[in-house]
């Protein structure tokens, strides 16, 4: 819907001369794959630009406009500046703690550099934090690992900066998906473990943080490795996170690594390896006191269980799952789960009832995942969306399942994840028989054009 007060972008109308705006849309995305950017790209997009919806392109898009115009800058092609748009700018940056200024909605996939370079700027003893876990650095910090560092103290600030990192790269995965993180959050796991390897502690407590934070952050960049389709490199994470908790003695850090490598296990078609991974997080997670974890690797074993065609055994898991759940949060609830509420309790099992093949119960609780969701949580609500497409295509309703797949193509500007496009490309490979269909013939069409 464009903002009250827009103003037409004439000057970018008049680049895209006779071209209708699909044609320019397509023109965009080709510049974007000459110089390695991924943008979704449609004629909704082209039309927002010159209807003055959006402003300033976020800094993806600059990167293609300036590469198909060379020689010109965003003023000449209509565009506000960055700061005007985005209010106080730099300036609020250092002056707002980190953990204040989640991404926005219309935050680019490829800020967060910048932004997980300001996780380590927030404090006085922060400079050798930084350095330590390899941002801010330039292409020298790529030669650091090669050469075998000196031993060095550690202490509060860079234990802080590895926490602040975990913390930064989930509320970045949460906004914008796995594909555009990945390559950059591997740098600073690099760096987290050499602290491990080479640094010193004074305190145990400070080792053990250094421990779990570190394990922390190989789970998260699994999961943005898992996100983004590289499997392999998901499942060494995890197994990395795994022998850091076993080492450390940290039980909570054991059964978090055993959730996320379950889940991966099933997406990969090695639903008796879910199963096994699941159980083996439950009893991890059996003295920690959080029925909330519990209630989330009951799931893992469900999803595991109906991937192997056990639908019994899915059920009574389901069921242990909403028992658990039903008994609400506890201080003892790890950080990570905040993602963990009832309607990823819904998409989790409208999961398991598609695998099942039972698409009537699937699109029921994937429905009431996409009404729950969060909608600043950009991310799931493609996701859950992407989910309820697949499972109403399946079940026949296809002018439904077109009109949501038009909602995850909406989104993808915002969202970077190989996972969400496979499961929409699934849901468009089940609506090609019914091309027929006005509604489903729409939805073809604007697919082809952004690539999906």
């Known amino acids: 819907m464009v903002s009250t007060g827009a103003v037409p972008n004439l000057a970018f109308r008049r680049l895209r001369g006779p071209r209708s705006a ?28 010159e209807s003055g919806e959006i402003r300033c392109p976020n800094y993806a898009y600059e990167r293609v406009f300036l590469h198909m115009f060379p020689g010109t800058t965003l003023a000449d092609l209509g565009f506000s500046s960055r700061e005007t748009v985005r209010g106080r700018g730099a300036r609020a940056t250092a002056e707002i703690p980190d953990t204040q200024l989640p991404p926005t909605l219309h935050s680019d996939t490829d800020e967060e550099s910048d932004v997980l370079r300001r996780v380590f700027m927030t404090s006085g003893t922060a400079t ?81 943080r250094l421990h779990a934070g570190a394990g922390e952050l190989a789970i998260s960049v699994g999961w943005l490795a898992h996100d983004s389709g590289r499997f392999e490199d998901a499942r060494s994470h995890y197994a990395e996170a795994l022998a850091t908790a076993r080492l450390a003695g940290d039980a909570a850090l054991e ?129 859950y969306r992407a989910e309820l497409t697949t499972d109403l295509a399946h079940a026949g309703a296809v002018a439904e399942a077109a009109a949501t797949g038009h909602q995850v193509l909406d989104l993808l500007d915002q969202v970077q994840s190989s996972r969400i496009r496979a499961m929409l490309s699934e849901a468009v490979r089940v609506l090609r028989a019914q091309r027929g269909s006005p509604e489903v013939a729409g939805l073809l069409e604007r697919c082809g054009e952004m690539g999906v």
Request: proline share 3%.
């Open 128 to 208: 050798m934090a930084a350095a330590s876990l390899g941002f801010g650095l330039g292409t020298a910090a790529a030669a650091v690992p090669a050469q075998r560092p000196t031993r060095r103290r550690v202490g509060e600030a860079e234990v802080t900066a590895v926490e602040k990192a975990v913390r930064q790269i989930r509320l970045l995965d949460d906004r914008h998906g796995g594909d555009g993180l990945y390559r950059r959050a591997a740098q600073p796991l690099r760096a987290a473990y050499a602290l491990l390897d080479e640094g010193t502690t004074t305190r145990r407590s400070t080792s053990d």
């Open 255 to 383: 059964a978090h690594a055993f959730c996320n490598a379950s889940f991966l296990a099933r997406d990969t078609g090695r639903s008796r390896e879910s199963v096994r991974a699941a159980e083996a997080g439950l009893r991890a997670a059996a003295p920690l006191g959080s029925p909330r974890l519990l209630a989330l690797l009951a799931l893992r074993e469900a999803g595991g269980r109906a991937g192997l065609g056990d639908r019994s055994g899915c059920e009574q898991a389901l069921g242990r799952a909403h028992q658990a759940f039903g008994q609400g949060t506890r201080d003892a609830d790890p950080e990570w789960m905040t993602f963990f509420q009832e309607a990823e309790l819904e998409m989790l099992e409208a999961q398991c009832w598609s695998a099942l093949g039972d698409w009537r119960r699937a699109t029921r609780h994937a429905r009431r995942a996409t009404q729950l969701q969060d909608p600043h949580f950009t991310r799931n609500l493609a996701l």
């Open 22 to 49: 699909g044609e320019f849309a397509a023109a965009v995305r080709r510049s974007a794959r000459e110089i390695g950017e991924q943008v979704a790209c449609d004629a909704r997009y082209i039309g927002r630009v």
